[in-house]
DNA sequence: TAATCAATATACCCATGGGTAAATAAAATA
DNA sequence: TATTTTATTTACCCATGGGTATATTGATTA
């Protein structure tokens, strides 16, 4: 064995001397960690009502601190709605390459919808009404929600045509399964006993039992 | 015909002098106007959004108006939604009340909690989170909330009992119901073309649709 | 007529909280 | 070693808005 491969281990050490890379680790880190913070503040309080000295002190530094890492606060909401939104366009894209019937692909993008809707970014979405935001971020908002219900809409229509789904009012159906699927940010406990997975596969089951074509 | 007969058009003219009991609905009118303004306000912009001297300015007077005839802030809030879950509690009397099968009242149910979803002080209940409220008002609440949530269940047991509904998870199923039948409050604009009484039937359909036994 | 009460306004107090300027310290780079 | 950059703090500014003390006016009642 060479003396040369016995430093390796040696110098994968962690070291508190960072290197470039990990430098910029750090602060992507750093500024995830703030969101997450912000997000959960925004969530169990309300986006007025949660300050931006708490969420600071909830990370131990002090609000100038989130300035040096997102921007104002409308910013840093603007950011927790799009990280959901994008988790929410992801599951959709993935749902639209999916094999299987109209039924299915909607069906298991729902269940998907679901979680999100009670994991911390997607709640902020569900919770963040346009009037919280400037005029060109709800424009923004409502564009980027929308190419989710166009999906949604989507899924119904192709499985109205594979027979998959009953002929419903598409506009209105996807209405009845986005409020049934978004309650849950409002009422799920994520430290009580059921967890997403379970609450949304009973949701989806019943609310997705008035699309399903009659025997 | 005799002449005292004659003056009873005159005494029933509008006086500027009211009586005791005109003034009582006065104010009484009064108080209805500030909390009709309150609630408008609420929703348009968000309890914490709305000042109480805009709401003032919007009825051309001062923010001291509003402390003489309702409390502070918060009970304004509270008047509000109680006023919208007094709507709810009256509508579930009357199905409980109501002839039919179980699916026929919960139907019949469901298209009036629509309807109030969509109206002023029904909106307001929805959109008030319980983290706008004091401890004490939050727990009313939830308590008054909860009533109309059982009335809801029992109409669902009964239907499942009488075989006009299929047998679904109750709790579920008013959670889903609740969901689709809540969501309008969010985006059924009352200027629009669609009156909240067709919404309601339309969603209404499809939410119940996964209830309805299977032929 | 005097005393009281109801309705309303003006003018203010003050806590909260978004946002920033400026200082410091530590590290990276030249 | 000198300079610059990054991370972070302390200390502050100031607008908003809930809430109140007090004055005013006009009607009610004794």
Sequence with gaps: MPKSAVPVSATALPSPFRNKAEREQ???DKRAAVLLAAVRMFNAR???AASLD??????GVSKPTI???LGNKEQVLVE????GLSMLRDAADAAARAPGSGHDRLRA????YACINMDDFGRCVIRTNEELLSMDSA???RARKREIDDAVRGMIAEGIADGSIAPVDIRFASFALA????????????DGPMSPAEVAEKLVDIALGGLTPRG
Tied chains: 1, 2.
């Design 26 to 28: 750090d602060r992507a």
């Design 46 to 48: 309300g986006y007025h």
């Design 54 to 59: 708490d969420v600071a002190a909830s990370l």
């Design 67 to 69: 300035y040096h890492y």
């Design 80 to 83: 927790c709605v799009n990280r």
């Design 109 to 112: 993008f729902l269940l998907r």
């Design 139 to 141: 424009i923004q908002f």
């Design 179 to 190: 409020g049934a699927l978004n309650w849950p940010a409002r009422w799920h406990d994520p």
